[in-house]
């Protein structure tokens, strides 16, 4: 059973992903695969993926509030041993970080839905200076320790972290044991977006958009597709949905 917070979009959330499935989930999973959600909420996609017998699932969410939430919900599975939950912020690779902080919840966002005045899924480890300090966990470190050392693979990688999918993605040395990936992605820069992109500090881009993220999974032998999202006044939005494929 799920809990909804009034005034959220929790509900949207989870209507998303079981009813709409957004990330394209298949109908079964084999009870020997792996899967890692990055920015897991309140458990929907994670519960979801067990539900269609995932073996294991490794969950990591940012925000105190939100993972104190998955952790009741996901409460049997992570005592069944399937589902192994943390909190902290998944970043990049190549650097040593021990907390970042997190925004919190963003108000008054971009929706046509009366009632809803908070995005409960919308806060980032980005920029900020200030605020709730989170654990870092390094992706790669994380992905080492799902894999076993790299003797297994991650079946699906689940990235919906409000723009740590660049400093994740653009410093993994890890992407080659991944089959799968599905995600929200955040532009930073470009058309759509008037974010500064060198406050992200990754040398040798200057912008993040879903060019640059299908240039950097091509590189790494994936598939890539996406689907670009619309503002409430049908204008295009600086994220989507983008879904890429290890080629065998």
């Not at 919308?122 to 870092?136: C, K, R």
């Not at 600086?238 to 080629?247: D, I, L, N, Y």
Request: hydrophobic share 35%; proline share 5%; aromatic share 10%.
């Amino acid at each position: 059973m799920f809990h909804f917070r009034p005034g959220t979009n929790d509900g949207l959330i989870y209507r998303g992903i079981y009813e709409q499935n957004e990330y394209h989930l298949p109908p079964s999973f084999a009870r020997t695969d792996l899967i890692v959600d990055v920015g897991a909420h309140i458990g929907f996609f994670t519960s979801l993926a067990v539900e269609r017998g995932a073996g294991t699932v490794y969950a990591v969410e940012a925000n105190a509030e939100n993972y104190l939430m998955a952790k009741q919900h996901l409460e049997q599975f992570i005592q069944q041993g399937r589902v192994l939950l943390q909190q902290g912020a998944v970043w990049r690779s190549d650097e040593k970080r021990a907390m970042l902080h997190h925004s919190g919840y963003k108000c008054g966002f971009d929706h046509p839905h009366p009632g809803i005045e908070v995005n409960t899924g919308a806060g980032n480890v980005l920029f900020g200076q200030t605020g709730e300090e989170v654990p870092v966990i390094p992706f790669d470190a994380l992905v080492w320790e799902a894999t076993q050392q790299g003797t297994r693979r991650v079946r699906c990688l689940k990235l919906d972290c409000e723009g740590s999918e660049w400093p994740i993605l653009c410093t993994s040395q890890t992407l080659h044991l991944i089959d799968e990936i599905k995600g929200e992605y955040h532009e930073i820069g470009g058309a759509y977006d008037s974010l500064n992109p060198l406050l992200l500090s990754l040398p040798g881009y200057k912008q993040f958009t879903v060019v640059e993220l299908e240039k950097i999974l091509c590189e790494h032998h994936f598939t890539f597709s996406h689907t670009r999202a619309t503002r409430n006044d049908g204008s295009p939005a600086p994220r989507g949905m983008f879904f890429a494929t290890k080629v065998a």
